[in-house]
DNA sequence: GTCTATAAATTGATAGAC
DNA sequence: GTCTATCAATTTATAGAC
């Protein structure tokens, strides 16, 4: 019987709770340091160890293989993203100021680790991945409810008769291209000056608010 | 002596330049469309060999290692997209007709090549990688015509004082973001729906324009 | 130029002692 | 649980025949 079934069927048999846990978080967020910065093919299970200060062997001991580790440092990921993201719309104002704090927040979310949406969006976009959909399904992200938001405020007549689906997109890739394609707007829009970059982005906030708004606001 | 090294001194003694360039340019477009699909760490010289239809070993003999191979085809796929680009603006229309005559190209572009802006910003996103800045100044993408032309416009009234720079930011980020975010934006706004996104996409173009051109305009 | 054969190094994964 | 040792497969790259 292999030592990872084994585990699985008489867990922490030998060791306390807490330091199994103390062992399975560090090296789940060394996996994750490397995965992001890497990839899933760039990554090495070595440099996941070494990161975590512990032997190789034991990364297969708690994880059976590097798809199966993998697979948990993505779904953790893409969740806690998501969490935020979700949670970023318990604002208790009208639709321009949700639309503001909503973008407002996100940016700052993007801006704190700014690796992470390029390391989703690559590995979404890798062929085959049916990892992806399902841990998109299985994640709480829900737009319909955003969705709802925006049709009862253009029923209301609060603002213009546009697609949600649109606004939603267009919100997104506002925020998220600034970061994902900075290596090529720093250079060829900003001839590669990094400080000038920064001080663009601290700004941004300000600019998509006001081409969202502009979207939706009704021409009197 | 290696026979790189021979070759680079004494090229093309036994075979005809043509047959030459057809056996590189097989190597290439083999190279091409494996990189693309699997990035630098995730591609394989076996896999190219394979779809190229010849050895591994003129892998080697043509381009040295997997790394020249690589810089060779990145580079030969960037200025591809680059010229493109920076051939739409060979219009003769109003700043107006211009700016919608690039988006619909650009986005057209873009839907052919679907997943050649993910593999470039990916690859750009590499930490260490000054064969990105390389290749891009060495590119013919010069975005200070594009500026000069916005401002002559705002000097001359026709449109309102914007930052040239966020408006070039802002038309790529509408035009790339339903392309490299599709495995994304599919799944969680439009429910998976392959043909309803596609659908989308076709009139995405008057919608970008739509809302460049509400940030340009000058109210009444 | 193109091939076969193989080196040399890496890597994911397992066995087994403690 | 954690370690050392090692396997088996892969992968880049080279040597050498033709």
Same mark, same amino acid.
């Given at each position: @019987?292999?030592?990872?079934?084994?585990?699985? &069927?008489?867990?922490?048999?030998? @060791?306390?709770?807490k330091?199994?846990? %103390?062992?399975?978080? #560090? $090296?789940?967020?060394? =996996?994750? *340091?490397?995965?992001?910065?890497d990839?899933?093919?760039?990554?090495? @299970?070595?440099? &996941?160890?070494? !990161?975590?200060?512990?032997?190789?062997?034991?990364?297969?001991?708690?994880?059976?293989?590097?798809?199966?580790? /993998?697979?948990?440092?993505? !779904?953790f990921? /893409?969740?806690?993203?998501?969490?935020?993201?979700?949670?970023?719309?318990?604002?208790?104002?009208? &639709?321009?100021?949700?639309?503001? !704090?909503?973008?407002e927040?996100?940016?700052?979310?993007? @801006?704190? +680790?700014? $690796?992470?949406?390029?390391?989703i969006?690559?590995?979404? %976009?890798?062929?085959?991945?049916?990892?992806a959909?399902?841990i998109?399904?299985?994640?709480? &992200? +829900?737009?319909?409810?955003?969705?709802?938001?925006?049709?009862?405020e253009?029923? =209301?007549?609060?603002? #213009?008769?546009? +697609?949600?689906?649109?606004?939603?997109?267009? $919100?997104l890739?506002?925020?998220?291209?600034?970061?994902?394609g900075?290596p090529?707007?720093?250079?060829?829009?900003f %001839?590669?000056?990094?400080? !000038?970059?920064?001080?663009?982005?601290?700004?941004?906030?300000?600019?998509?608010? =006001?081409i969202?708004?502009?979207?939706?606001?009704? *021409?009197?």
């Amino acid at each position: @019987m292999t030592k990872w079934l084994n585990r699985l &069927i008489k867990p922490n048999t030998q @060791m306390s709770e807490k330091e199994k846990i %103390n062992t399975e978080e #560090k $090296i789940l967020q060394a =996996a994750e *340091e490397i995965f992001v910065k890497d990839g899933h093919s760039g990554a090495r @299970m070595q440099q &996941i160890a070494d !990161k975590a200060g512990i032997n190789k062997s034991l990364l297969h001991y708690y994880y059976r293989s590097k798809d199966k580790l /993998f697979s948990t440092v993505f !779904k953790f990921i /893409f969740s806690k993203l998501a969490s935020d993201i979700m949670n970023i719309f318990d604002s208790e104002e009208d &639709i321009f100021g949700k639309l503001e !704090k909503f973008i407002e927040n996100y940016l700052r979310i993007l @801006m704190k +680790n700014p $690796i992470i949406p390029m390391f989703i969006l690559n590995e979404l %976009n890798k062929k085959g991945n049916n990892l992806a959909t399902i841990i998109i399904k299985g994640s709480n &992200i +829900n737009l319909n409810k955003f969705e709802e938001i925006i049709q009862k405020e253009i029923d =209301a007549g609060n603002i #213009k008769n546009i +697609n949600p689906k649109s606004l939603i997109i267009n $919100i997104l890739a506002l925020c998220v291209f600034p970061i994902i394609g900075r290596p090529l707007t720093e250079e060829i829009v900003f %001839n590669g000056d990094t400080k !000038k970059y920064d001080e663009y982005l601290g700004q941004r906030k300000d600019e998509v608010f =006001a081409i969202i708004k502009s979207t939706i606001t009704i *021409e009197k």
